[in-house]
């Protein structure tokens, strides 16, 4: 019932820009935290950046000054603005929402299907 949808991937050259949304839907009441992950081939999935109840961000020591994690509570989505792209950059990034659902409204994390990113020449 509750899902979440990434967009935005596509191919970028380096230096260049893309924006990703996760939006959320399904009877869902709010959303509360959330993040957005990544992962490349041969590599363990990682936190690249979060957001919390409060707006409060953090990032990767890689990403940071980079990339801009935002919440839209009245449109239930998550966006990552990342800039100045590099090619370690590449990766399918994964959106890590926690949701409250209607009517139990007792929050719980789930996952997007993941969008690819691909920096390259």
């Known amino acids: 019932q509750v899902r979440l949808v990434e967009s935005g991937g596509g191919w970028v050259q380096p230096g260049g820009s893309l924006r990703l949304s996760c939006a959320a839907s399904g009877r869902i009441a709010t959303i509360n935290d959330g993040g957005w992950y990544r992962q490349a081939p041969g590599k363990q999935r990682e936190l690249v950046a979060s957001?919390?109840?409060?707006?409060?961000?953090t990032y990767a020591d890689s990403v940071k000054g980079r990339f801009t994690i935002s919440r839209d509570n009245a449109r239930k989505t998550v966006d990552l603005q990342m800039s100045s792209l590099k090619p370690e950059d590449t990766a399918v990034y994964y959106c890590?929402?926690?949701?409250?659902?209607?009517?139990?409204?007792?929050?719980?994390?789930?996952w997007g299907q993941g969008t690819q990113v691909t920096v390259s020449s």
């Open positions: 890590n929402l926690e949701v409250v659902p209607e009517p139990l409204r007792l929050p719980f994390r789930t």
């Open positions: 957001i919390y109840r409060n707006y409060q961000t």
